[in-house]
Nanobody
Framework: QVHLVESGGGLVQPGGSLRLSCAASGSIFSIDAMGWYRQAPGKQRELVATITSGGSTNYADSVKGRFTISRDNAKNTVYLQMNSLKPEDTAVYYC?????????WGQGTQVTVSS
């Protein structure tokens, strides 16, 4: 079993920054990719950013140039640096890990962008 723990969410004013972290533990053998998804009230969960074991990244168009995903392979941890936050970034952010064809999810962390 793989366990994901997210941290770093909170309340921030528009234009501000937050850094999310997600630490993976448990039966970690060979991570294919890790990433972040988000779900706003009344909306479907959507991809924010992903990073493969080789370091290739992919971003949603809505966050390109503002968010940066990175990964510490030694710590099995993925980060999401979020800058220039907008009210429309408000959502629950979920960490995701793909390993050997299985997909694991964290419990989510709330990000609220409001003045």
């Amino acid at each position: 079993q793989v366990h994901l723990v997210e941290s770093g969410g909170g309340l921030v004013q528009p234009g501000g920054s937050l850094r999310l972290s997600c630490a993976a533990s448990g039966s970690i053998f060979s991570i294919d990719a890790m990433g972040w998804y988000r779900q706003a009230p009344g909306k479907q969960r959507e991809l924010v950013a992903t990073i493969t074991s080789g370091g290739s990244t992919n971003y949603a168009d809505s966050v390109k140039g503002r968010f940066t995903i990175s990964r510490d392979n030694a710590k099995n941890t993925v980060y999401l640096q979020m800058n220039s936050l907008k009210p429309e970034d408000t959502a629950v952010y979920y960490c995701n890990l793909v390993q050997l064809g299985y997909i694991y999810w964290g419990q989510g962390t709330q990000v609220t962008v409001s003045s």
